[in-house]
């Protein structure tokens, strides 16, 4: 008997059988059978049938994407015929909430989940850029392209709004983030963006209170919950690694003028205003087409009139040719290892990005270095012990600007008056040769370089004690520590403007460096309780009561010296004048402190309740106003359980309706605000030891009944699945309230001699809006595909508003009635024409309604602006709402109608992603001069080829770079902002299991990509619709890669 049971273990046998679905009772076509525990495999063909030779009392793994995977005993059988179940995607799917999971089925709250999916399969650079598009309401901004860039999220709109400390203290309207949570660790939007993509399994988005609420007083505006991966119990080891080679180009490159063009075009602007040219105008142009028929260093120059010394540069340069790189590499590498045994189970994960910049002289570079190590064991029936480090550092360096340059890419387009007739060096044989200019170019090359480094850290240990099979006791114990190491050297430079005898020097001689180092800490601790428990098979119970304490330090420090002795050792101790050294630092800290509970009944999976609940306490406010209670309650009733619908079963998987009402609070101040704080001042009147001394400010005003602001959230949702599963449909719509926001106080007399302190007095309502909609099928022949859209919309208002009672048109002021992102302007008649004027004497005298009170003086080729109060003449009359003059509300530039699509098709081992991503709806201003051509910006060729001359009176634009007076917010110019783009497209082919198994790996898989391949817009090309600003521009590009799997 031993020995038939020993004979029959060692024998293999050959198993043939055949794999169909038990929906469609078809074959399942490219099924995956492999030997378990072991690369022995193979693929069903096109009729589902497979032949493997497995022991005879071995174990086989059945397996397809979309179905669920079956393990099978082989018990000396030679021919099976198995039948795969479809994996009930949506009803079955679990879904992380706060402190817990829950059934989608089941969710009373407005929640979207990201599965690790679809950030995998996008090779993005970070994770704001794999998001945008994919979550309604879910609003991604990313601001340019710059390699440092950090994406910003914000749930659902307008939140709240503040004065701006860095734009001039105007209020604006604010769309606040979301609270993020990392493994349970509070993280920044700038440590999420220096986290790998790979390492997330899910992404849960709670975007009303009935779900944050159990967030307390971070979480008013939605909370984004992020699960990294972990191995998986009883699992053999898995090792997988991924490669990405990418090249970046900028999306839009402006087309500017020459120099030459453009010195005709400011002669020929004078002549059409009524003025003369001079001789010595003409001579510049004359000397510049010179250039171009001979572009030599001495013939980049010429003499002013009557100066030996004094000159005027008549070269032709484009900075960007010069600056900016044509395609920039970047490359990704990620590598992981996971498994368990019955007893433990972990994941190790590394991951570097090295990207470079499009900056050709001096590259700009960033690179990343990601650690992720977790590990569950399971000490005990009992007891489960988890932990879990995740390490992120980041280097990124670039050439800097001299402060008063500003930014590189805006300094390429609004200071190209400079840049495009000077070059950047001079001649060898210039009368001061070999030194640098004051082209844009220039300062990029000379040797100033910024370069950062950023760290991030968390350690967390997470025990679970298994009291009964119902409850639960866990803990969550972590530390989180950042640190910023910022280090920039300004050598001395010297350079020729305009005159050979006179050499400019920058504000850094002696040369200068700046050093700026942060450092934070934050503890974190929760401790709660879950249970769950069933009754009477239809009445459920479950829940979650917990406690929470958090400690935030963070301490800055920042030094400027100059006169660094050597520049190739830029520190402290070799400083030649200590007298020259300023010195910065701050330090501050906070804690929360709240208890929070979840209670859930769930009736039969028909009738579902939920309350959520927190007391919060924060060290922001006075003690007796530190603590407040902040509920949510939610409701939803599954028609499709119903006794009454049993008629739709066949076709209808789930019909729910949701409605919740819950309102959070913000700790929205400073840390210290309801301390009266000194303030310190060198500017006092007198000396002291010939110096003088540091003097004391008087304390301002605080307000004595500073609190929380609240968010209160009215939400109801509509969820619907049908067809088993292949079509999902859910739609929200919201009302947000803001209240007691921090705003002006009252007005109190000169003599008092403060100003007002802020006051909880504010108000702001958002209504919106959000869907999404998903369709999946397979076919006969095994072709499988999906296709998802999501859109989204809202409006914000501002309800109440306190210190702009004449509700004047300001941008320093918000006024009450206001809706977020109005835009103000005059409506456009058309363009002024020689018969719209009286000349005498080479005077033009407008006919009409006078415009005197934009501008004193008009000629033809000027805008023509609509008396619309009909008062003879256009006026923005008192800049107030009751009396805006002939200005009206003409759009709204906040992005309405954001709609995400993708589509997914797999078919034997190929597999297509595409995804196509804008916004619907969006009015845009383009005051720039980069556009419209004035001042110091020669604009771009487009508006001007376009642009009115007594030649082409029937132009398109006004006058070119003819000044304000055209330039005013108005209809004519108000340009369409919405856009249409393809985000991505990833094309893969994985190598079928048969070939791959014979050399003992898993899994081969290589893929061609493209980003931002195009869009459709009406968006002059001098912008990016993604990116209306001229930071830095938004890149395209295009990928190869593969991914490994052992």
């Known amino acids: 008997m031993l020995f038939c049971a020993a004979s029959l273990t060692a024998q293999n046998i050959t198993l043939k059988g055949t794999v169909i679905s038990a929906t469609e009772n078809e074959p399942v076509i490219g099924a995956g059978v492999v030997q378990a525990g072991t690369t022995n495999g193979t693929v069903t063909n096109a009729d589902g049938e497979f032949s493997l030779q497995v022991p005879a009392n071995g174990k086989i793994t059945v397996s397809y994407i979309g179905y669920v995977t079956q ?41 979207a989940s990201v599965s690790s999916d679809v950030l995998t399969n996008r090779p993005v650079a970070n994770i704001g850029q794999a998001l945008q598009g994919v979550v309604p309401n879910l609003n991604v901004s990313i601001a340019n392209g710059g390699l440092n860039t950090t994406p910003s999220f914000n749930i659902r709109g307008g939140t709240s709004y503040e004065k701006d400390v860095n734009d001039n203290n105007k209020w604006k309207v604010k769309n606040g983030s979301p609270l993020i949570l990392v493994d349970g660790v509070e993280t920044g939007e700038t440590e999420l963006n220096m986290m790998n993509p790979n390492d997330i399994e899910n992404i849960s988005v709670i975007k009303d209170a009935s779900a944050s609420a159990i967030y307390g007083a971070r979480a008013s505006y939605g909370v984004m919950l992020i699960t990294t991966k972990s191995g998986k119990f009883n699992e053999k080891i898995k090792i997988n690694y991924s490669a990405d080679f990418q090249w970046e180009t900028p999306a839009n490159t402006p087309d500017l003028l020459d120099s030459y063009t453009y010195q005709y075009a400011t002669m020929e602007r004078t002549r059409m205003r009524g003025g003369s040219v001079s001789t010595w105008n003409e001579t510049i142009l004359d000397a510049m087409k010179k250039y171009r028929e001979n572009p030599t260093p001495g013939n980049a120059w010429i003499y002013n009139e009557g100066s030996q010394s004094a000159f005027t540069w008549v070269a032709d340069v484009n900075p960007f040719k010069l600056a900016v790189r044509d395609w920039t590499p970047m490359q990704k590498h990620n590598i992981s290892m996971s498994g368990g045994s019955e007893k433990i189970r972990y994941n190790l994960s590394l991951g570097f990005q090295d990207n470079d910049g499009f900056i050709k002289p001096e590259h700009d570079n960033i690179k990343r270095y990601n650690a992720l190590m977790s590990m569950n064991f399971v000490a005990t029936k009992w007891l489960d012990i988890g932990a879990r480090i995740n390490f992120n550092i980041s280097n990124f360096k670039e050439p800097w600007l001299n402060s008063q340059k500003g930014t590189l890419w805006s300094a390429l387009l609004t200071q190209t008056g400079r840049n495009i007739n000077m070059p950047v060096m001079t001649g060898p044989d210039d009368p001061v040769p070999n030194i640098w200019t004051d082209n844009i170019v220039g300062w990029i090359m000379y040797g100033a ?56 020097q920058t504000h850094t001689n002696p040369s200068q460096i700046y050093k700026n180092k942060n450092q934070s800490e934050l503890f974190t601790i929760n401790l709660y309780a879950d249970f769950n428990k069933t009754f009477a098979k239809m009445h459920t119970i479950s829940g979650v009561v917990g406690f929470n304490q958090e400690w935030y330090k963070y301490n800055q420090m920042n030094l400027t010296a100059n006169g660094i002795m050597s520049e190739s050792a830029p520190v402290i101790d070799l400083i030649t004048d200590a007298t020259l050294t300023t010195l910065g630092e701050s ?39 530190r603590f407040k209670f902040f509920p949510s309650f939610s409701a939803a009733w599954r028609l499709s359980e119903e006794a009454f619908m049993e008629s739709t079963r066949t076709w209808l998987d789930n019909l729910k309706i949701r409605g919740n009402w819950g309102s959070i609070g913000n700790q929205n101040v400073t840390n210290y605000a309801y301390f009266p704080t000194l303030g310190s001042s060198t500017a006092v009147n007198w000396l002291m030891g010939g110096v003088r001394p540091l003097g004391i400010t008087p304390a301002g005003l605080i307000s004595p009944t500073l609190t929380w602001e ?7 949702g509509l969820d619907v699945s049908a067809l088993r599963n292949k079509l999902d449909f859910s739609f929200d719509i919201y009302q947000r309230k803001t209240t007691d926001i921090l705003t002006m106080g009252m007005t109190y007399p000169s003599m008092l001699g403060a100003t007002a302190p802020l006051e909880n007095s504010g108000e702001l309502t958002t209504k919106g809006w959000d869907l999404s909609v998903t369709w999946r099928d397979r076919l006969s022949n095994g072709l499988r595909y999906d296709i998802g859209f999501v859109l989204s919309d809202y409006q914000t208002e501002v309800t109440k508003f306190n210190g702009n009672d004449e509700k004047l048109l300001s941008d320093t002021y918000l006024y009450e009635g206001q809706k977020g992102g109005e835009i103000w302007g005059y409506e456009t008649v058309g363009i002024l024409q020689a018969e719209d004027f009286d000349i005498a004497d080479g005077k033009y005298t407008l006919r009409g309604p006078s415009q005197s009170k934009i501008a004193s003086t008009w000629y033809p080729g000027d805008i023509r602006y609509k008396d619309t109060n009909e008062d003879g003449e256009v006026s923005p009359g008192s800049s107030t709402v009751n009396d805006p003059g002939d200005r009206r509300i003409i759009g709204n530039n906040t992005p309405r109608m954001r709609y995400g699509i993708t589509g997914n098709v797999a078919y034997k081992g190929f597999d297509l992603n595409l995804f ?21 910006s020669a604009g771009n060729m487009d508006t001007y080829k376009n642009s009115w001359t007594t030649e082409n009176t029937k132009a398109k634009y006004p006058m070119y770079g003819a000044g304000s007076q055209n330039t005013q917010a108005q209809t004519g110019y108000l340009f369409d902002a919405s856009y249409f783009r393809l985000k991505q497209v990833v094309v893969g082919y994985t190598l079928p299991q048969h070939i791959t198994s014979t050399i003992g790996i898993d899994k081969i898989r290589f893929n061609v990509s493209g980003y931002n391949l195009f869009e459709i817009t009406d968006i002059p090309k001098v912008l990016d619709p993604d990116n209306l600003s001229s930071v830095y521009p938004v890149m395209r590009s295009v990928a190869i890669g593969v991914q490994v799997g052992f």
């Open 71 to 111: 393990t099978i005993d082989v018990n000396g059988q030679t021919s099976l015929t198995i039948t795969l179940n479809e994996d009930q995607i949506g009803l079955e799917e679990v879904v992380v909430v706060g402190f817990g999971t829950q059934k989608k089925v089941n969710l009373t709250g407005a929640v």
């Open 449 to 504: 370089k910024n370069k950062e480094k950023r760290s991030n850290s968390v350690y967390s240990i997470t025990p679970t004690i298994i009291l009964l099979p119902e409850l639960n006791l866990k803990g969550e114990f972590s530390y989180r520590t950042t640190s910023y190491d910022q280090n920039r050297i300004m050598p001395t430079r010297s350079y020729i403007t305009s005159n050979w005898s006179s050499i400019d």
């Open 587 to 625: 330090i501050s800290e906070w804690a929360i402190r709240g208890a929070f509970v979840r209670l859930n009944y769930n009736f039969n999976d028909r009738y579902l309740l939920e309350m959520n609940g927190r007391y919060d306490g924060s060290s922001r406010f006075p003690k007796d106003d």
């Open 710 to 716: 609240t968010a209160t959230t009215i939400n109801l």
């Open 916 to 936: 196509f991503q804008g916004i619907g709806k969006r009015d845009y201003w383009i005051g720039d001069n980069a556009f419209w051509g004035s001042g110091d």
